[in-house]
Nanobody
Framework: VQLVQSGGGLVQSGGSLKVSCTASGYTSNQLAISWFRQAPGKEREGISC???????HYRDSVKGRFTLSRDNAKNTVSLQMNSLQVEDTAVYYCAAAVLGRLCTLRRADYIYWGQGTQVAVSS
């Protein structure tokens, strides 16, 4: 599975950005996609995931602000990020794994990773 990310960038606090992840090499409703982020000096944390059956899960810190969606025709999963805060500044990574009907926010569960995309939020 190859994952190619796009989007991200710089925005002021309260603004919006979208990051996307396009998968190739494996298409199945068993493929879970998750988004992680890593801020400088911090551990990589899972923030949202979507199952092959389009069930979504969110970390509490992004619930109500971030929305994950999947376009099966384009093999693309997009993370729409609204009401961005300075604390959301990080490198964002998508990741994939064959997890059946599940998805998780555990880094150890994922073996395929995108290249990373910088999201910067200024005050």
């Amino acid at each position: 599975v190859q994952l190619v990310q796009s989007g991200g960038g710089l925005v002021q606090s309260g603004g919006s950005l979208k990051v996307s992840c396009t998968a190739s090499g494996y298409t199945s409703n068993q493929l879970a996609i998750s988004w992680f982020r890593q801020a400088p000096g911090k551990e990589r944390e899972g923030i949202s995931c979507i199952t092959g059956f389009n069930s979504t899960h969110y970390r509490d810190s992004v619930k109500g602000r971030f929305t994950l969606s999947r376009d099966n025709a384009k093999n693309t999963v997009s993370l729409q990020m609204n009401s961005l805060q300075v604390e959301d500044t990080a490198v964002y990574y998508c990741a994939a794994a064959v997890l059946g009907r599940l998805c998780t926010l555990r880094r150890a569960d994922y073996i395929y990773w995108g290249q990373g995309t910088q999201v910067a939020v200024s005050s």
